[in-house]
């Protein structure tokens, strides 16, 4: 089992790149960008490759909407050569509130764009020349704009012709595309002991058409983490972000993380979340968030419990443990919990 741990950062993501170099030397094997509607991934992604020697440098995520199959495969190309091939991209359709509210993209067809651009991206990768006959025409068809696109393959050569593409992804036939087609799969608020609840059929009917060629499924997710007699009130650090998507990443009928909970069997618990959320009382919302849940999706207490959550995640499939420290000395556990996942 790998470690990593996603870039935190409050304002200024500088010093926390510079954490990352410090983490590193504790053992740290990926950390993760995130991207929604704040600074750009693959920007951080690029001054992490400068501060660090060893770690993987993971998108999580770009979004499918936002950047054409062509620009994401000049991201993929040009962050694996300044990284020295330590790159890896993950996609994902995040939700119509961005896509539509902050791209002014319309949200449509997820699971088609993601297989198509991945397979795009693949093949730019090995620098074949680029058409498409499919969402996306490449070149554009007579009769769409001036009519003297071309075929083009990729202009520079490629660190690696093959760079890690994981999905983000919580519906059934996302995560089923993703066991088919991707090399990881991203999900969030992992819960172990019910992944396969709400997962395992698509996992299994994925991997049952897996392409080809392609390694097994790496699978990353966690939580916070924090190792004490004395710490299981550090969960409530949690509570904003589980409220947070729970209650306000989406519309009343149309929030993939509401639905989450809900599978997850926390059906009471996530209508009120979102009513109180959405009617503006953030903190009431937090207060809802099911103490189970983050127990489950975190690894906070004693060494003894910290190392059952390892466990229950090796067991429910994760290959690439994340962790976010909430200790005072974040390097020690992470050296630490480099020498238990090890």
């Given at each position: 089992m790998l470690l990593s741990t996603p870039l935190t950062y409050s304002g200024n993501p500088r010093e926390a790149a510079n954490q990352i170099a410090g983490y590193e030397k504790a053992g740290l094997d990926t950390v993760w960008v995130a991207e929604a509607y704040g600074f750009d991934s693959p920007t951080l992604m690029g001054y992490l490759a400068a501060k660090t020697e060893r770690v993987q440098i993971g998108a999580a995520i770009l979004n499918i909407y936002s950047r054409t199959p062509g620009a994401l495969l000049q991201t993929a190309a040009g962050l694996d050569n300044v990284s020295g091939g330590r790159a890896i991209?993950?996609?994902?359709?995040?939700?119509?509130?961005?896509?539509?509210?902050?791209?002014?993209?319309?949200?449509?067809?997820?699971?088609?764009?993601?297989?198509?651009?991945?397979?795009?991206?693949?093949?730019?990768?090995?620098?074949?020349?680029?058409?498409?006959?499919?969402?996306?025409?490449?070149?554009?068809?007579?009769?769409?704009?001036?009519?003297?696109?071309?075929?083009?393959?990729?202009?520079?050569?490629?660190?690696?012709?093959?760079?890690?593409?994981?999905?983000?992804?919580?519906?059934?036939?996302?995560?089923?595309?993703?066991?088919?087609?991707?090399?990881?799969?991203?999900?969030?608020?992992?819960?172990?002991?019910?992944?396969?609840?709400?997962?395992?059929?698509?996992?299994?009917?994925?991997?049952?058409?897996?392409?080809?060629?392609?390694?097994?499924?790496?699978?990353?997710?966690?939580?916070?983490?924090?190792?004490?007699?004395?710490?299981?009130?550090?969960?409530?650090?949690?509570?904003?972000?589980?409220?947070?998507?729970?209650?306000?990443?989406?519309?009343?009928?149309?929030?993939?993380?509401?639905?989450?909970?809900?599978?997850?069997?926390?059906?009471?618990?996530?209508k009120k979340i979102q009513d109180l959320y959405l009617d503006g009382h953030k903190r009431d919302a937090e207060a809802e968030v099911p103490l189970e849940w983050l127990e489950l999706a975190n690894l906070v207490g004693p060494a003894s419990y910290v190392k059952e959550r390892i466990a229950a995640y090796r067991e429910a499939g994760i290959s690439n443990l994340q962790v976010t420290p909430v200790s005072p000395d974040p390097m020690g556990t992470i050296s630490q919990m480099k020498e238990w996942v090890s």
């Open positions: 991209i993950g996609l994902g359709a995040s939700g119509p509130q961005v896509i539509e509210g902050f791209h002014g993209v319309p949200y449509d067809r997820s699971v088609g764009r993601t297989r198509e651009i991945i397979d795009l991206i693949r093949r730019g990768l090995r620098r074949e020349t680029l058409t498409s006959d499919g969402i996306y025409k490449l070149p554009l068809p007579e009769g769409q704009g001036t009519g003297l696109g071309k075929p083009l393959k990729l202009l520079t050569k490629p660190e690696r012709r093959s760079v890690p593409l994981y999905i983000a992804a919580l519906g059934p036939k996302s995560v089923e595309g993703a066991a088919e087609y991707a090399d990881g799969w991203i999900p969030f608020l992992f819960l172990p002991e019910r992944a396969d609840q709400v997962w395992g059929d698509s996992l299994r009917a994925g991997t049952a058409k897996r392409q080809a060629g392609l390694a097994p499924l790496e699978v990353t997710a966690g939580g916070m983490v924090a190792i004490g007699e004395d710490v299981k009130g550090l969960l409530d650090l949690a509570r904003p972000l589980f409220a947070l998507y729970v209650g306000g990443m989406g519309a009343r009928g149309k929030n993939f993380y509401n639905d989450l909970a809900c599978h997850y069997g926390f059906e009471e618990q996530a």
